[in-house]
């Protein structure tokens, strides 16, 4: 079994969830993790990336995940990265909708072509078939129309290991709201682990959506940005309160392993700017800290200054406490 059931994972998040940040969600108690979605063309024409597909042995088990159109390139692609990375799984993207991705007849396109995707999961599953690698996919309801028994159909008869579904529609992006009750469907006729994903906003939404869908594994995707901590909470049913200091910290803590697999330490420095507002969020000070952190001048001073903050935090903390 690929996933094991009671789970809790990261989801993939384009821009967010690299090494770093998969590696820190492990940490906390998070399950299993998930690249973001690479082009499966991309790596045949030029090679894996390796900003995105970088991992260490802390990120495990980890899911690369993959997209495209076209079953005979997604295949080739899996079986290279089954060569070079030897993830534990890998992970076809059906959801994608944005424009981008859309006019390429990619990822979310897809839904509105079952057999297509069956073909695409059918010739994957048999190319990794020397590898031992599992393939699982990551699905919305449809495009346009709700289309999930037939997408789910074309999945198992392609032989897939595990769905997460994302219950809204491509066309919707994320507006409205998830609608679990389409994972409790997929879970009753889906003889494959089922993932859910969306809208879990805390930890006790985790408890809420296995009891609500009984699907086998929730994923948190936006609420683990801001609170990375919610693994630790589920697992310890409890609320974390996470102070500043420890957040900088933590800030601090990603950049320093970003440094292995940037191509610089700027970029680093220049990338880390999405996961900072994400942890400053709901602070009084975060504004005045956003902008004494993206008002420098290169990565040294940036370092330089959130290391002085850490002081300066520690210092009230301490004072505070007398
Ligand atoms: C910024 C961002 C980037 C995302 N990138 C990916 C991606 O690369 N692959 C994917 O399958 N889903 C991606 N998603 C979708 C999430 O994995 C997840 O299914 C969705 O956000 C719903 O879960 P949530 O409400 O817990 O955020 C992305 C979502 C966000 C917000």
Redesign the pocket.
Known sequence: MVVKRGEVIL???????HSAFRRLARQLGADRT?T??ISAPGIIHRGIPKKYAYFTPLERPIHI?LFGRNPYEISRAAVKVAQELKPDAI?I?F??SVPKVLKTGAAGKLLENPPVIKEIVKMTVEALKPYRIPVTA?IRLGLHEDNLEKIAEALIEGGVSAI?L?PRLGAQG?AGR?DWKRIADLKRISPVPVIG????KNWRDIDRMFEETECDAV??????LSNPWIFTEYREKRDIEIPLKWRLETILLLLEWMFEYYPSREKACFEIRSLLVQLLKGFSQSREIKSYLMTVKGCEEFVNRLRELIERFTTESAKSSL
Do not use: F
């Not at 989801?11 to 969830?17: E, Q």
């Not at 994923?219 to 683990?224: E, H, I, L, T, Y």
């Open positions: 989801a993939p998040m384009a821009g967010y969830t998930y973001e979605l995940q992970d993207n959801g994608c990551k997460t994302h994320y998830a994903s969306g809208d879990v994923m948190v995707g936006r609420a683990a």
